[in-house]
Nanobody, 116 residues
Framework: QVRLVESGGGLVQAGGSLRLSCVAS????????MNWYRQAPGKQREFLAS???????NYVDSVKGRFTISRDGAKNTVHLQMNSLKPEDTAVYYC??????????WGQGTQVTVSS
């Protein structure tokens, strides 16, 4: 039983920044990889970034240099710092647990809206 809860979404103007957080709790064995995805209305869910238990990060090209994934010392919270936001970043942002795809555990998502 794993629970993931995202927070930090909101409405921001283009060029602005938001910092998303995802807190994981429950029966998590070891130090799990964590991931961020997003889904805009009418579009497929899109992988954004991941961080392994050892701290290695990976990003999709469209957010490379703008978004940064990190985790805290307790290793149960992951963040997504989003800078230079664009209207096309508007989506529901989800965190997911683990290295296996499809992921078994997802948060409920947090809405990010970027106005032009």
């Amino acid at each position: 039983q794993v629970r993931l809860v995202e927070s930090g979404g909101g409405l921001v103007q283009a060029g602005g920044s938001l910092r998303l957080s995802c807190v994981a709790s429950g029966s998590i064995i070891g130090i799990a990889a964590m991931n961020w995805y997003r889904q805009a209305p009418g579009k497929q869910r899109e992988f954004l970034a991941s961080i392994t238990g050892g701290g290695k990060t990976n990003y999709v090209d469209s957010v490379k240099g703008r978004f940064t994934i990190s985790r805290d010392g307790a290793k149960n919270t992951v963040h997504l710092q989003m800078n230079s936001l664009k209207p096309e970043d508007t989506a529901v942002y989800y965190c997911a647990l683990g290295i296996n795809v499809p992921h078994s555990y997802w948060g409920q998502g947090t809405q990010v809206t970027v106005s032009s």
